[in-house]
């Protein structure tokens, strides 16, 4: 049984990591990045919400995101497990999270947190931005999700450290180094 949370900044590589990690352990990678996107692009209720706070880099209302997870981990295929990548990313999702686990009774293994600096963040994304043409990976918008970051999501990295919950991998280095990092903790 595979369960794992994946944090850290934006361009960490979680989404990355997660994609490649799912195919190995047969598990579905659910990102709240792809949902909403994707959302964003079938021009659902949802995505008509969500789409002006992911331009401007913040997030989006805990409201939109809530039932969302539950309903996702609530599907018949996260029988095997799941990889979280993108949620929880402040401590009321924490919190949220803690109990809709306990309700459904799936505990995950441990918080996987990718560090990596603020330079190779802001590079990463840039160029993301250029290949992929992602509308909130233009620099004003990366600057702010990065302090959106640092205000919302890194308490977490206490938050699950205190309960012995965290695992970090440096995640400055090649992708394949990072995966056998990823390997080797899990298995
Ligand atoms: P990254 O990790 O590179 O920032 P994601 O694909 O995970 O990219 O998320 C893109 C955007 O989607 C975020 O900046 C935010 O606006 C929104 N988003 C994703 N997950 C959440 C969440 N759990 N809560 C609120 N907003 C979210």
């Known amino acids: 049984m595979t369960r794992l949370v994946f944090l850290g900044p934006p361009g960490a590589g979680k989404g990355t990591q997660a994609k ?10 659910i990102s709240t990045g792809d949902i909403l996107r994707s959302a964003v692009s079938q021009g659902t209720e949802l995505g008509k919400k969500a789409q002006l706070y992911m331009n401007a880099g913040e997030l989006v209302p805990d409201v939109l995101i809530l039932d969302l997870i539950r309903e996702r981990l609530s599907s018949p295929d996260v029988s095997p497990g799941w990889l979280l990548d993108g949620f929880p990313r402040n401590v009321e999702q924490a919190i949220f999270l803690d109990t809709l686990l306990e309700e459904i009774g799936q505990p995950f293994e441990c918080v996987v947190n990718l560090d990596v600096p603020d330079e190779v963040l ?8 250029l290949d992929e043409g992602r509308a909130d990976d233009t620099e004003g918008t990366i600057r702010n999700r990065l302090e959106v970051y640092r205000q919302r999501t ?4 206490d938050f699950y450290r205190s309960r012995q919950q965290l695992v970090s991998i440096d995640g400055n280095q090649p992708i394949e180094v990072v995966t056998a990092e990823l390997n ?3 298995s």
């Open 154 to 157: 890194e308490p977490l990295i």
């Open 20 to 29: 490649q990690f799912s195919v190995l352990c047969a598990v579905p990678h």
């Open 122 to 129: 802001v590079s990463r994304l840039v160029q993301r931005g």
């Open 184 to 186: 080797k903790i899990v």
